[in-house]
């Protein structure tokens, strides 16, 4: 025993001995990281003279009780810098400067230790240096904080305290609860991103970026403490078909370990954005420069767009004669109103495969597929299939085959509701196969993105999103016009939104009801006209039906015209939780939007980065009425003011949007 004293007080007294701090800054200088080598790796973040993080431990633990981050020995440090541009085939900007300062941590034990610092945030990662796989068992992310900070985090939706285990099954909807971190709720996790309040007004959002072949992360605070910690999924031993449809895999046992990695292999960044002012959140672009480059050669098929969406007006059109619902006739009347309007594409939402076979090649007698892509591409339309997870999980090449041949351009997939390690590997197998024949996915039904939009391009979209399906079934108590002004700052910053907005029905906050067949929004209907400039989304749905539509021409033909991607993105103003202002530019013309909470307020908007080329502005404002009728609307065309401003009223849970041409 005393012989076992001595060996543990001198391996102590020999790692103090090299103890040592490593500093790294961000290419402005405002963000320093400092890294502790002492007897555990510990990192802590200062923005100017603002603390973000104190100093917290990193570690990682393998199954062979090897454990990375304690007791470290270090070998070699080599620091370096990067300067360069990203132009992206699909982005809310044409061009992404990059530029960062990147120290890399190389110790005995075969592992690396990589940081870098951008001006808008820090990150860093694990990675393996041997030539053999590895079983991780567990690891260690915290978040020490300098105090106890406000929050806004997303909680997991289907917490149970007898299982807690069932909260790794979820569909990664929620709002945000604001709360400090001593009050957060012990056992409930929280899915990312989530954001805290800094002092001085800074705002910090916590995320991940290419996320491969791993778990993904969740954060909790256990014990009220002014921390947060990593909880991983651990990794399912067994799993049985059934949930929505019998279209899941519902895990029934799990293995002790997290994931099993290959030799050399990188585990996730560990990304923390850092704002000055809460605009700067709204056009952060860490999580595409921190996912691995693309692996399509040649992304040119791959066509953003919008997309006329049937699940969420119920299929009920009307003014026709013939019987609405999930037939060729329907489709058809859903073709032409798309094709009439230029809109790229038509989906299949779930209906088309009979149900709860999982069977994407079993398909209902009302619905012949061929028929309808023949009948979209005379149009100039193309379709989209929805797809549950485990239908396209079990046959994912022929379905792809098949459909591919058959002339559909892409697949919804939906309901996966995991981010353990299999799930995470399908996004990534799904991606690849899809690309070998030329087809675009939109992931519902999916955790946060982390940069997979950029490694596989035609992966156009994700939800992760408390979207506007919510409002069918949500009670009046439910805050979607907060949520919308919350989200852009924090989910947004991540990747696109699949939110599905457009209705045409709109209700203020006192006549707001859910109803699952024929909804409404909540908000006025500029509110809904301003989401397709707020929201990033390169797949964008249509989600009222086209008789509405066509009812409201006005509104149709300037959703219609509406960009999907952008070769410029400007973040004009706003502020977390209360109202947002951006503007995007496509070519010759730019688009403005605005949204505002349930407070009606006057925002200028400062045009002043316009040239003197641009010269004429449409607009939509929220009505005089619009506070009593949340459809009322004012449509107004007028040369740009020479003071390049504008100054604008928007109604409770309003919002505008503007087209400026030359």
Not at 261 to 270: F, H, I, M, N, S
């Amino acid at each position: 025993m005393k012989r076992t004293s001595l060996i543990l007080t001198i391996l102590m007294m020999t790692t103090q001995a090299f103890a040592r701090d490593y500093h790294l800054s961000s290419p402005n200088g405002k963000l320093q990281i400092t890294i502790a080598l002492t007897d555990q790796i510990t990192w802590s973040v200062q923005h100017e003279n603002t603390p973000v993080l104190t100093p917290s431990p990193l570690s990682v633990t393998l199954g062979n009780g090897t454990v990375w981050g304690v007791a470290p020995r270090l070998k070699k440090a080599t620091n370096h810098s990067v300067r360069q541009e990203v132009t992206p085939p699909l982005y809310k900007k044409k061009v992404i400067p990059e530029v960062y300062n990147e120290l890399r941590l190389q110790f005995r034990g075969d592992f690396l230790l990589v940081f870098r610092a951008y001006d808008q945030g820090v990150a860093y990662r694990f990675a393996d240096a041997g030539k053999s796989g590895l079983t991780v068992k567990n690891e260690e992310v915290r978040l020490n904080f300098p105090d106890d900070l406000h929050t806004l985090v997303p909680y997991v939706n289907n917490f149970n305290p007898a299982d807690p285990d069932r909260q790794f099954f979820n569909s990664f909807e929620n709002t945000y609860t604001h709360a400090r971190l001593s009050e957060l709720h012990r056992q409930r996790l929280i899915f990312l991103p989530l954001l805290a309040e800094l002092a001085d007004g800074k705002k910090m959002v916590f995320t991940e970026a290419d996320l491969e072949s791993y778990p993904g992360l969740y954060m909790a605070n256990p014990t009220g403490e002014n921390a947060l910690t990593g909880v991983h999924a651990p990794y399912p031993k067994t799993t049985v078909q059934g949930g929505h449809n019998m279209l899941q895999q519902i895990v029934t046992e799990r293995e002790p370990f997290i994931a099993q990695v290959k030799a050399g292999a990188a585990l996730p960044w560990r990304v923390l954005t850092v704002s000055t002012s809460d605009r700067e959140l709204l056009d952060n672009d860490l999580v595409y420069l921190l996912a691995s480059p693309s692996r399509i050669e040649d992304p040119s098929w791959i066509k953003p767009g919008k997309v006329a969406w049937d699940w969420w007006n119920d299929w009920n059109i009307d003014g026709v004669d013939f019987r609405a619902g999930i037939n060729n006739d329907t489709y058809k009347y859903y073709i032409d109103f798309a094709s009439e309007n230029k809109i790229e594409y038509v989906i299949l939402d779930e209906g088309w495969a009979v149900n709860k076979k999982a069977d994407l090649l079993q398909i209902i007698p009302e619905i012949n597929v061929k028929e309808l892509v023949d009948y979209a591409k005379e149009r100039n339309v193309g379709i989209i299939l929805w797809a549950g997870y485990h239908a396209m999980d079990r046959d994912m090449e022929q379905v792809c085959r098949i459909y591919s041949e058959m002339g559909v351009k892409g697949f919804k997939v939906d309901f996966m509701d995991r981010d353990d390690q299999p799930m995470v590997e399908f996004y990534y197998r799904c991606a690849e196969t899809a690309a070998r024949y030329n087809l675009m996915v939109d992931f519902h039904g999916a955790y946060k993105p982390t940069g997979l939009h950029r490694t596989w391009p035609n992966v156009i979209n994700f939800e992760g999103v408390n979207g506007l399906e919510q409002v069918k079934w949500s009670p009046v108590e439910v805050d979607m016009v907060g949520y919308d002004v919350t989200f852009p700052y924090i989910r947004m910053l991540a990747g696109p939104v699949d939110y599905t907005q457009g209705a045409m029905r709109n209700a203020n906050r006192w006549n707001y009801r859910p109803i699952n067949s024929d909804p409404m929004s909540q908000g006025t209907r500029c509110r809904q006209l301003a989401q397709y400039v707020i929201f990033e989304s390169p797949l964008n749905m249509l989600c009222d039906n086209p008789s509405n539509y066509r009812r409201e021409a006005e509104c149709t033909r300037f959703i219609a015209e509406i960009p999907t991607v952008w070769d410029e993105t400007i973040a004009l103003d706003g502020k977390v939780g209360e109202y947002i202002v951006i503007a995007r530019r496509k070519g010759d013309t730019w688009y403005v939007g605005g949204l505002t909470n349930w407070h009606k307020r006057m925002v200028t908007v400062d045009l002043g980065f316009l040239g003197d080329q641009f010269k004429t502005v449409e607009l939509f404002r929220d009505g005089i009425n619009a506070d009593r009728a949340a459809r009322d609307y004012k449509r107004e065309t007028f040369p740009l003011p020479t003071e390049r401003k504008m100054t604008l009223t928007l109604m409770q849970g309003g919002g505008f949007a503007a087209k400026i041409t030359r």
